[in-house]
Structure formats: C-alpha cells, structure tokens
C-alpha cells in the first residue's frame, strides 16, 4: 500500500497504532455491513397487504437471522448464487433466510457451511422444497448466496404459497440487485420460472435455470448435479 494511503488509516485503525492497513478486512465488512443493514431495512419498509406478509417486518429475529447469513456469507466469499421465486409459508417465512427451514436450522444442516453462526427459530417445522436444495448445497465445498426474486411471502386466501405477480417481481428487482452487488462476481443461477423472468428483466447474465423442486425435485437434483458437481 502506497504511504499516502497508509497515512490516511493513520490513527483510525484496527488498534491503538492506527495499522487498519494490514487488515482490510475489517474495513471490508464495515461497509459490507453498512449494505446488509440498508437491505434489511427496505423489506421492514416495505408495507404488507391482504394478500403479502412482512415477516421481517414483524420479527426482529428474522431480521437478524438474515444480516447473520449474510455476515457468514462475507467470510465464505461464495462464487454462486441461486435465485428462487419467493418464501415459502413453512420455509423463508418462519426463518428469514431463503431456502431454509425451522427443521434444517434444528437439525444443523446449515452448520456445515456456517458453524459458528447461531441462526434462532421457533418451532421445528420443515419445507420440502428447502430440504431438496440443502441436500444438493451440503454437497459443495461451499455455500451459494440464496436469494429470491420477491423476497417477502406472497399468499393466498387460505394464507398458504401462491407465485409473485409481475407488481411483486418489479418491486423485488432492487433488492435483488442489492444483494448482487453485496456480493460481487457471483455467478446467477435461477429457480423457477418467476426467478427466471426476473433475471431477464434485471438484465441479470445467468448460467444456468434450475426446476423448482416443490413439483420437480427429481429434475431439480438432476439439474444441479449437472451444473455444480
């Protein structure tokens, strides 16, 4: 590092001798986490309807449990990231994380990739769609930033799933390119024909489209053992 950089650190540093310079890490995630927080203050932000729930919104534990994926995520510098649809009403919903479960979380599945991170759930509930992802992600060597195109719970009258309309979509695409820029050279694969469509819109490269394995986990499996492994 040139002099006149290291004397511009000088006295703001990582301890007392002002030597910030030798850890850029930490000045990294200082602004990192300056980007994760403002994320998760656009989905509180967001104003639920009749026909969205707002869990972030509604739970500080979500919220949290999603800035510490993304903190682990930091440290782990993932190449991949798959785009889903939306949250599940047994999955995402319950933990604020993207293609997880209560169960998952429980049963330490996510601990493979992020062991020192304590992500907190309720209850023990389990998601079929999130159970077939993390048995094809376990396998990796590390874990693919997990996102979706609507990023709050899109449901019906019974209060169950139901596909994010194009209103839902175009409002999620600047979260979405949020997270793609928290996460720099990250290669977009996507999950379903609604992430699929909202890629295309974004203007996002892709390389790769996966079948959503709520109806498809066979193909799902198939797919991703193709492209990852």
């Known amino acids: 590092m040139a002099d006149r950089e290291r004397k511009r650190v000088k006295g703001e540093g990582y301890s007392e001798k002002g030597d910030a310079w030798l850890h ?59 785009v889903g649809e939306a949250p599940g009403v047994h999955g995402c919903l319950k933990t604020g994380i993207p293609f997880t ?44 930033v997990m996102w979706n195109a609507f990023p709050l719970h899109p ?18 695409l600047a979260v979405l390119q949020d997270v793609l820029d928290l996460f720099p050279g990250v290669r977009v694969v996507t999950v379903g024909r609604k992430a699929e469509a909202a890629c295309k819109l974004l203007r996002v490269k892709t390389e790769g489209h996966l079948f959503h394995p709520s109806h498809h986990a066979k193909q799902f499996r198939e797919q991703f053992a193709a492209l990852f492994l």
């Open 24 to 82: 850029p890490e930490v000045a990294e995630e200082g602004i990192f986490d300056e980007k994760a927080r403002a994320i998760v203050e656009r989905l509180v932000a967001k104003q639920a309807s009749s026909n969205v729930t707002n869990f972030y919104a509604e739970s500080n534990v979500k919220q949290a449990n999603l800035l510490k994926y993304f903190h682990a995520l930091f440290w782990l510098k993932p190449e991949w990231m798959l």
């Open 101 to 144: 479960s209560e169960k998952l979380i429980k049963e330490g599945h996510l601990d493979c990739f992020f062991p020192g991170t304590r992500f907190v759930v309720e209850g023990n509930k389990g998601e079929s769609s999130a159970t077939v992802v993390w048995g094809s992600v376990s396998r990796l060597s590390k874990p693919p």
């Open 155 to 172: 449901r019906n009258a019974d209060g169950g799933n139901r596909p994010p309309s194009r209103d839902e979509i175009e409002w999620g």
